[in-house]
């Protein structure tokens, strides 16, 4: 008889059923393993990988593994730094970039899932010729800037906003920007340039 606790059961039952369980888990996995293989998933990883983005309209080939981080994969190894990594932690937005119209948190996003859509950066915007984004000319010409760290996500924000409100209200500026961080504390100069640049450029600003 094996010796019980003081709730009825003893500890050979247990391992044996703990036993069982991880028996049943392990021929569930080898199952799902070989349903896979008979319909032909390709199994990814852990080593690199071939990964294709487009990156402000130009193709860029990497080989990295699937867990790299659009940010990574396009700071480290694209050598575009001009989002930078801050929080790490998809909380400050000082990474944000756009894809296919939409802003993400790239430390938070896996630049294998971003692959055939349109990635644009901060790094992008201005003209071949220097000529800035009018966005990024409305923080020069407003100040509105401190330690810039933040700032190429708060200009990449704001393009996204105004290509979505060509002419926002300050209601509409403050929740397109509210994903954003400052940890300086210009968010009045931050929306003093949203609304200039939206004014700058006679209700819109050009995409990327």
Known sequence: MSPKDGFGFSRRDFLKTAGAGSLA????????????AQAGVRALGPGDVPVTLTVN??????RIEPRVTLLDAIRNRADLTGNKRVCDRGACGACTMIVDGRTVYSCSTLAIEVQGKQIRTVDGLASAN??????????CDVDGLMCGFCTPGFVVSTIALLEKHPNPTPEQ????????????GTFVRVMEAAMAA?????GGVRRG
């Open 130 to 139: 220097g000529t800035l984004h009018p966005v990024q000319q409305a923080f």
């Open 198 to 202: 939206a004014t700058s450029s006679a």
């Open 173 to 184: 500026a403050r929740k397109g920007l509210d994903g954003n961080i400052c940890r300086c």
């Open 25 to 36: 888990t392990a021929v569930t996995a080898a199952g799902v393993a070989e349903a896979h």
């Open 57 to 62: 309209g130009r193709r860029i080939d990497l």
